[in-house]
């Protein structure tokens, strides 16, 4: 599953960008989808999740922020992005899971980043 994430830019602070998790010729559907980001200097973290049923879930830190969703031919799952802060900035990239729930144990695909970066 050739997944990517499109969509990364830059963004002022208070702003909103949107991702795109994508995986070309494939559909999504039947994966547990996260998007996870790696800070600088720091670990990559799980920062939104939506399962096989459409179940979600969110790091504290982006709750009530941002919101995962999937298209209707469930070819995507977006990120929107509001409210940006600095301290979004971060490589942000998508994994799929066979898993059914969110957050997954385990991952059996991983994508490839996109640099999003929030000016103060």
Known sequence: LPLAVVGGGLAQ?????RLSCVAAGHTLNYYTITYFR???GREREEVA???FHEATKYVESVEGRFTISRDGAKEKVYLQMNSLRPEDTAEYSCSAS????CWPNGYDYWGL???VT???
């Open 13 to 17: 602070s208070g702003g909103s960008l």
């Open 49 to 51: 999740c939506i399962s």
């Open 38 to 40: 790696r800070l600088p």
């Open 118 to 120: 929030v000016s103060s």
């Open 113 to 115: 980043g996109t640099q």
């Open 98 to 101: 066979a898993e059914r729930v």
